[in-house]
Nanobody
Framework: QVQLVEPGGGLVQAGGSLRLSCAASGGTFSSYTMGWFRQAPGKEREFVAA????????YYADSVKGRFTVSRDNAKDTVYLQMNKLKPEDTAVYYC???????????????WGQGTQVTVSS
């Protein structure tokens, strides 16, 4: 059983940056694709970014491409989401997830963090 913990959310002004992290325990981190999803109030959970387990291949939603970067450190069992040029519409609860095989669909992921709030003020 993999546990995922996500500190690091917060409040930031539009145009600013924030880095989320997600630490995994209880499993073999390097065995999983790691993904980030988000859910805004009144909306469904949506895919944000993902990184494959060994190749490091990355996937991004069109809405964040060029602004967000996903990375992982398999030695630290941690995945990161660097968010730049933040917009008010990026406001949401952000979740990290682990799964294999998995890419951009939430149903492909087996384990989820508790979520962290990101609020972007205009």
């Amino acid at each position: 059983q993999v546990q995922l913990v996500e500190p690091g959310g917060g409040l930031v002004q539009a145009g600013g940056s924030l880095r989320l992290s997600c630490a995994a325990s209880g499993g073999t981190f390097s065995s999983y694709t790691m993904g980030w999803f988000r859910q805004a109030p009144g909306k469904e959970r949506e895919f944000v970014a993902a990184i494959r387990r060994t190749s490091g291949r990355t996937y991004y939603a069109d809405s964040v491409k060029g602004r967000f970067t996903v990375s992982r450190d398999n030695a630290k069992d941690t995945v990161y989401l660097q968010m730049n040029k933040l917009k008010p519409e990026d406001t949401a609860v952000y979740y990290c997830a682990a799964g294999w095989p998995a890419t951009v669909t939430s149903e492909e992921y087996n384990y989820w963090g508790q979520g962290t709030q990101v609020t972007v003020s205009s």
